[in-house]
């Protein structure tokens, strides 16, 4: 059983990095006419509540969901502005925007590995 979860999980995230690599090379560029984005502190840029969350618990404490968020920068390479609208320090932006299309493939990979763990689950 251990083995067929390990398999799932390594076949969704190949599919992911396929799919991620794919919009990388069509992804377009924020516009420039959008409202100013907003500044966080270097030392604290990750903000400390969420919104926006469509997949991941809603009460998820702020060390899970950036140990979750390392992992997938790690797994596939990427930084966080890969899929969030934030500069590569983090300091300006919106986490919580849906503008990207990785962002929105990072989401299909959570519900199927979701799934995945539990069974009885339905991928929404």
Known sequence: M????????LLSACVLAAALAQQS?????????????AVRPKDHPIPDTFVNLQ????D?????LVGMMKQFAITFGV??????????DLTQGSFDSDEKE???KARELIR????????DATLK
């Open 60 to 64: 998820i404490s702020k060390p899970e």
């Open 25 to 37: 090379a069509n992804a377009p560029s924020p516009s420039s006419s959008q409202a100013a984005p």
């Open 79 to 88: 930084r966080c502005s890969y899929c969030h609208a934030v500069s590569d």
């Open 2 to 9: 251990h083995r067929i979860f390990l398999t799932g999980c």
């Open 55 to 58: 997949v991941l618990p809603k």
């Open 112 to 119: 199927i590995l979701m799934a995945i763990r539990r069974p």
């Open 102 to 104: 990785p962002k929105k």
